[in-house]
């Protein structure tokens, strides 16, 4: 099992990426959230300026965010300052386009924009449209001497996926699957799918059992004697990622994208906390997805805390006493997941690091 740290991306997040890295985590996974973090290839171009061995990835990169030659000059960049060191995670967008009012991209989108992507980073020609235009490109500066883009070592691009169709899309032009919130159950499921689309396409993996690299987002918690999963420094540290079924819930009860999450209840009580949130601050009542994703997996605004459902944080990230998240930790890899991208919270991510470190890598 490989252990990821996941940036809400913080521009100095390279302080915590050299803990990390002395600490026994192999990877630093990045998010693509505009209107909520720092721009991603900045603080991925920090991160590998103070690493040496850590690989760096985005989680995940949004076409929609950049059309395909500045994200492929983007990536290559970091290339050129982490030879070897570098993923590229892509997906259809839930945070960084509901944080805009906007839906995901058609799965069909991206799976182009990966072709672009790729064909780019490896020196070719790729048709370009962009309205009536249509035109053909390539990245015209090749030689690594220049000191412009790293094309030599392989960029391997992981697709974000959990519905059927973006499954498939891994298996279709995929290196590496990405995942979130899975159980053990479900996650051989999942690669099953993956499979099946890529044999269709002619194409196969080198995982056990013909899988892709899989890597899961999460988060966690190692419980302190005496401390339960109500306590105030866990729902701080584990309660703004618990909280996206939540805001998953309320986009779902008015007709936009939830990932299928249903619970009118919920979504009821929490659409009235943010109308008198609101209306605290003045905002007017067609940017209430604003309101929703503010703090989206970085902290709670007041009185979320209420939403948090403490009883199932075992179930939805690592949290629990040692032993259990060292139990946990051996279940999902049994069920293929090769490296867990564990997220931090902003201003805690110390903490986390030192508790993984000290209880759960190297004990697994």
């Not at 196969?204 to 190692?222: E, I, K, W």
């Not at 309101?291 to 209420?306: C, F, N």
Request: a negative charge; aromatic letters at 8%.
């Amino acid at each position: 099992m490989h252990f990821g740290i996941a940036f809400p991306s913080y521009i100095e997040a390279w302080r915590d990426c050299e803990v990390a890295e002395a600490a026994g985590f192999s990877h630093a996974w990045f998010y693509d959230t505009q209107l909520l973090c720092s721009d991603v290839y900045a603080t991925m171009a920090l991160a590998a300026e103070h690493t040496r061995t850590m690989k760096l990835g985005t989680l995940v990169a949004i076409p929609s965010n950049r059309i395909a030659p500045v994200t492929a000059a983007a990536i290559a960049s970091i290339n050129a300052l982490a030879p070897g060191r570098v993923i590229l995670g892509i997906g259809t967008g839930f945070t960084g386009r509901n944080t805009m009012g906007m839906p995901p991209l058609p799965v069909a989108q991206m799976v182009a924009y990966v072709r672009q992507v790729r064909g780019l980073l490896a020196g070719e020609d790729v048709l370009f449209r962009d309205g009536k235009y249509e035109r053909w490109i390539r990245l015209l500066t090749q030689d690594r001497k220049v000191g412009c883009f790293n094309l030599d070592d392989p960029i391997p691009i992981h697709i974000a996926a959990n519905a059927p169709k973006a499954l498939a899309a891994v298996g279709e032009v995929g290196e590496g699957w990405i995942t979130v919130a899975q159980q053990p159950e479900g996650v051989g499921a999942g690669a099953s799918l993956i499979r099946d689309a890529a044999a269709a396409a002619g194409r196969s993996f080198d995982g056990a059992g013909g899988r892709p690299y899989t890597t899961m987002l999460t988060t966690g918690c190692v419980l302190r004697p005496g401390e339960d999963f109500a306590a105030q420094r866990v729902v701080r540290r584990v309660g703004p990622v618990a909280m996206v079924g939540v805001h998953a819930m309320w986009e779902s009860a008015r007709g936009s994208h939830g990932f299928g999450m249903n619970n009118d209840d919920v979504a009821s009580a929490y659409d009235a906390y943010l109308e008198a949130y609101a209306a605290r601050r003045g905002s007017p009542p067609d940017r209430r997805y604003l309101e929703a994703h503010e703090g989206h997996m970085m902290y709670l605004k007041p009185g979320e805390e209420a939403f948090v459902p403490t009883e199932l944080l075992p179930l939805l990230s690592l949290t629990g006493d040692a032993g259990a998240v060292r139990e946990r930790v051996r279940e999902l890899a049994a069920a293929g997941i090769d490296n867990l991208a564990i997220q931090v919270i902003p201003g805690m991510a110390r903490e986390l690091i030192d508790e993984f470190a000290r209880k759960v890598i190297g004990k697994v």
